[in-house]
């Protein structure tokens, strides 16, 4: 595949993901698929994706996930997202609902393989997150 293949590959992958159409997932992910939710905390498969995504996408009255820009080399695709939820309606990385806001960057290293993707390492500052989430 070329870099612009993997980058629509990756922008496919997305707007599944910001569509909630987690059965679209599979197609995208290599049989071999792993997350990474931040270092060292692997996730095999698309359930511990989709696990892990559901878990925050649902403790938000409504969300947004936006790919804001991609940068490509060979086999990998650097990606910068905004992640937008709106009314913290169900607990979150231990933080109680308090009907909160956060709008959070989120990085994430995509690896192709095979013309799907094999891993995808996420990166988010957590205490930004849980500070908007407590805030007064």
């Not at 569509?19 to 996730?43: I, M, R, T």
């Not at 991609?70 to 997202?81: F, I, T």
């Not at 169900?90 to 956060?102: C, F, I, L, Q, Y």
């Amino acid at each position: 595949m070329s870099i612009e293949d993997n980058k629509r590959l990756v922008r496919a992958f997305y707007a599944a993901l910001d569509a909630q159409d987690y059965g679209a997932l599979d197609g995208f992910c290599h049989d071999d698929f792993v997350f990474y939710s931040q270092v060292d905390k692997p996730k095999p498969g698309v359930a511990g994706l989709v696990a892990s995504e559901k878990a925050s996408f649902e403790a938000f009255e409504s969300f947004r996930f936006t790919l804001e820009q991609m940068v490509a080399e060979e086999n990998k695709v650097a990606a910068y997202l905004i992640f937008e939820g709106k009314n913290h309606i169900r607990p979150v990385m231990g933080v109680e609902p308090r009907n909160k806001n956060t709008r959070l960057s989120v990085f994430c290293l995509l690896t192709i393989k095979d013309g799907k993707i094999i891993e995808k390492r996420a990166h988010f500052d957590v205490a930004d997150s849980t500070a908007q989430l407590t805030a007064n």
